[in-house]
């Protein structure tokens, strides 16, 4: 099973774009026209770049949180994000691999 992402996209006037992908990577390089199958309305208005991505549990999750979203006013698009991924790390367990830098208790 892929993962989904949500992403926020800028070009360089300032224009910000919201969409969803399993391969973020592939979509931007779409939406700046190096591939085949960008949003039309991008057309012409790149080079863009990523402002933010994260990671969604599934599919479901990824449409839902990129609708609520594109319901943000321009302004509350950037803080929206950024209160997303703070919950979301609030909700990430400890990778293994910093397991080893906790002191057990003796």
């Known amino acids: 099973?892929?993962?989904?992402?949500?992403?926020?996209?800028?070009?360089?006037?300032g224009l910000l774009y919201a969409?969803?992908?399993?391969?973020?990577?592939?979509?931007?390089?779409?939406?700046?026209?190096?591939l085949q199958g960008g949003?039309?309305?991008?057309?012409?208005k790149g080079p863009f770049v990523v402002l933010h991505q994260i990671a969604c549990a599934d599919k479901s999750m990824a449409l839902r949180l990129e609708y609520q979203l594109?319901?943000?006013?321009?302004?509350?698009?950037?803080?929206?994000?950024?209160q997303l991924k703070r919950q979301q790390e609030l909700t990430t367990l400890p990778?293994?691999?910093?397991?080893?830098?906790?002191?057990?208790?003796?």
Do not use: C
């Open 19 to 34: 969409g969803i992908s399993t391969d973020p990577a592939r979509r931007l390089r779409q939406h700046n026209g190096e």
């Open 70 to 82: 594109k319901q943000q006013a321009r302004a509350k698009k950037i803080q929206w994000f950024d």
């Open 1 to 13: 099973m892929s993962t989904w992402y949500l992403y926020l996209l800028q070009n360089q006037p």
């Open 95 to 106: 990778s293994a691999e910093h397991a080893d830098a906790v002191e057990p208790n003796e």
């Open 39 to 44: 949003a039309k309305a991008l057309r012409g």
